[in-house]
Structures are given as structure tokens and as C-alpha cells.
């Protein structure tokens, strides 16, 4: 594949994940201040881990050590579904288009990070 569409993929997945951060920090404002689970500090913790580790799994130069950061952010996507989820079902998140909107950007963000472990995985089955 050539270097440029890789280099593109891996910058459009930081920069979703990084919209999606920006949506969870707005979304969250309006989740009640005595929240007892602290579900907004989560969903904000794991929404950011995710850009964080796509940013350091493009900043490392190993492979391996790539694959790790992205695993640990497919594993942070994973829970800003789930809190996102138990937000939803709490009554905190409004609105049928606003939880689809959010579905769609998570799931892209998703799949997106599942690309980036296919082809980093593939270089790795390259250089053995």
C-alpha cells in the first residue's frame, strides 16, 4: 500500500477520535453535576485514551509497539460505547438524533482503529 494512503489513514483516525473527544467534552456538560458513578469523568477519560493512543501508536516507530497502542485504543473505544450506552439508559443523553449521530462517529472511530491494527499487523507478518 502506498505510504501516503497509510500516513492519511492513520491521520484521519486521530483526527475522528479527536472529534469524537470534542463531542463526548459537550455532551457531558449537561449530565447532572451529582452523577453518583461519575460517568461523565469515564466517558471523558476513555473518549480521550483513545486519540492518545492512536497519537503514540503513530509516533512510535516499532511496529509492535504500535500494535499496543492501538489495541489499547480499540480496548477505550470499546468502553465510550459502553459508557455511552449507560448514559443513554440513565436518561443523560438526549434526543434520538444526537445518540445516532454519536453511534455513527463511534463506530467509525471503531472500525478505523480495527483498520489501523489489520495493516500494522500486516507490516509486522512483512518483517518476520
Not at 500516513?7 to 467534552?25: D, G, I, M, Q, T
Not at 455532551?27 to 460517568?39: A, H
Not at 509497539?65 to 480499540?74: L, P
Not at 438524533?97 to 482503529?113: A, G, N, P, T, Y
Amino acid at each position: 500500500m502506498n505510504f501516503l494512503i497509510k500516513k492519511f489513514r492513520n491521520f484521519s483516525a486521530l483526527k475522528e477520535s479527536r472529534l469524537l473527544a470534542l463531542e463526548v467534552y459537550k455532551i457531558t456538560e449537561n449530565f447532572p453535576r451529582e452523577e453518583p458513578y461519575g460517568i461523565a469523568g469515564q466517558l471523558r477519560k476513555a473518549a480521550n485514551s483513545v486519540k492518545e493512543n492512536i497519537a503514540e501508536g503513530l509516533a512510535e516507530r516499532y511496529i509492535r509497539d504500535k500494535i499496543k497502542f492501538y489495541y489499547s485504543a480499540r480496548r477505550s473505544i470499546i468502553e465510550v460505547q459502553y459508557f455511552l450506552s449507560l448514559a443513554k439508559n440513565l436518561g443523560y443523553i438526549d434526543g434520538f438524533k444526537k445518540c445516532k449521530d454519536l453511534d455513527k462517529r463511534v463506530s467509525e472511530v471503531k472500525e478505523m482503529i480495527d483498520n489501523l491494527i489489520k495493516l500494522v499487523e500486516n507490516q509486522e507478518g512483512g518483517n518476520k
